[in-house]
């Protein structure tokens, strides 16, 4: 089974966007069976009615579509309860956080709550990650350490300059904490996905696209290239891994 861990549906005040019918249709072209699915930043700026809508998606589409909630920990107390709403009562899977689209630090003092409650509910938190001064790798590493019975996604292989100048730091989160996992959108270092599922085993690498703000069969045939010399990995990287942290396999 090959699961795409991230992607975004609606239309998000940033300026993509993308309907569920051509994810449906993206999924079908590209041998996709399931999609994590999580919200836009909407032009109203209110999440609740998109997680919603991810949970109608999830209901109209149950074989083929995982739901994420999407909240703004800066909303303290309030962020915490649409946490629990989202997995309890929408019944989603795990929860999204866009620091660079929300405009807060990762590990600021109110992102706690809202990370380990996700915890104590079970399901994993994918963050986007490697935004300047708001998702920087090690910033990442502080919050997995305060929370360590949290399973973080990192977006973007922990990182966005595919200089490779913030390689090291995410090497260092790793090392680090053993609840902390990449995800494999925008990383065009092959070498780096490659080192990290040889250091820290494919069970912690996960494919994602990122769509619509990338093509998700392009980033599928990267995932596949980078984890090609095992199919035991490439079976964890394409779609095993997530499996385990969404319970589903």
Not at 33 to 48: A, F, G
Not at 178 to 186: P, S
């Amino acid at each position: 089974m090959i699961i795409d861990a991230h992607v975004h549906i609606g239309r998000s005040i940033f300026g993509y966007e993308l309907s569920p019918e051509c994810m449906l249709e993206s999924m079908k072209e590209c041998g996709i069976q399931m999609t994590v699915i999580s919200p836009v930043q909407p032009m109203n700026y209110h999440l609740e009615p998109e997680n919603d809508y991810m949970a109608l998606l999830v209901e109209q589409h149950s074989d083929q579509l995982i739901g994420f909630g999407r909240v703004d920990p800066r909303q303290g107390e309030k962020a915490v309860l649409e946490v629990k709403r989202a997995i309890s009562v929408l019944g989603l899977k795990g929860i999204f956080l866009h620091p660079w689209e929300e405009g807060y630090r990762v590990n600021a003092e109110f992102v706690v709550p809202v990370v380990r409650t996700a915890a104590e509910l079970g399901v994993p938190i994918m963050i986007a990650s490697g935004y300047p001064w708001v998702s920087h790798a090690l910033q990442i590493a502080y919050l997995a350490g305060l929370v360590p019975e949290a399973s973080i996604i990192m977006t973007n292989g922990g990182q966005i300059n595919i200089s490779g100048m913030a390689q090291p730091d995410v090497y260092e989160a790793m090392r680090s904490h053993n609840n902390l996992y990449i995800e494999t959108a925008g990383m065009y270092r092959q070498d780096f996905l490659e080192n990290c599922i040889h250091e820290f085993g494919s069970k912690r690498v996960i494919f994602g696209s990122n769509g619509p703000r990338m093509h998700q069969g392009f980033e599928l045939d990267r995932a596949i290239s980078a984890s090609k010399n095992n199919e035991a990995n490439q079976m964890d990287v394409l779609g095993i891994s997530m499996g385990r942290l969404l319970k589903i396999l």
